[in-house]
């Protein structure tokens, strides 16, 4: 296939019904084993996101063994789906149970129990803007207070985020130094 019959044929896909997802995830995994350089030339040239993409192609890799009936797997949605992919795949003879945990949950409910943690009703998510600079400060600052590099991400920040705003707060009330943290 070339170029730009791959760029066509992703187009039509995307701009197909966009509540069926998999024929569309089904050519990119085509374009991706026949060559995997052209992938993202074609996920470029129609306009798709390469995360979006990426992601598309792994729930072919992982779903497309027709173990699972379509509708299922269109009502939990692709994002869902390739939050459970990992499990899914690395655990096969419980892949019954993620599914069903997908279609139960939100997507942050199912995101936090797939890493072992309870959703809680009393959580507030925040969004920041932030620039390299000032990202790199939170990053070293969360890093300190109890945070795990994980890839280019963190994993325990709510913990050491927790941390560093008692130690402020510490610092601001003159009190004790709380749950073991840096005093520098």
């Known amino acids: 296939m070339d170029l730009d019959t791959a760029v066509a044929s992703l187009r039509e896909l995307d701009q197909a019904d966009t509540s069926d997802f998999l024929p569309l995830a089904e050519k990119l995994a085509e374009?991706?084993?026949?060559?995997?350089?052209?992938?993202?030339?074609?996920?470029?040239?129609?306009?798709?996101?390469?995360?979006?993409?990426?992601?598309?192609?792994?729930?072919?890799?992982?779903?497309?063994?027709?173990?699972?009936?379509?509708?299922?797997?269109?009502?939990i949605g692709w994002a869902k789906l390739y939050s459970i992919a990992k499990s899914v795949s690395e655990d096969p003879d419980n892949s019954s149970y993620y599914l069903k945990l997908a279609k139960d949950c939100t997507a942050r409910e199912l995101t936090l129990k797939l890493n072992g943690l309870e959703a809680s009703?009393?959580?507030?998510?925040?969004?920041?803007?932030?620039?390299g600079t000032t990202y790199d400060k939170l990053q070293r600052a969360l890093v300190r207070y109890g945070a795990d590099r994980v890839g280019r991400g963190l994993a325990k920040k709510e913990e050491a985020l927790e941390a560093l705003l008692d130690r402020l707060e510490a610092i601001d009330t003159g009190t004790p130094q709380l749950r073991g943290m840096p005093t520098k």
């Open 31 to 75: 374009i991706k084993t026949e060559d995997p350089k052209m992938l993202r030339k074609a996920v470029d040239g129609a306009d798709i996101k390469p995360r979006r993409a990426f992601m598309l192609v792994r729930i072919h890799e992982v779903f497309s063994d027709n173990r699972f009936p379509k509708e299922e797997l269109l009502s």
């Open 121 to 131: 009703q009393k959580t507030h998510s925040v969004l920041l803007a932030l620039s």
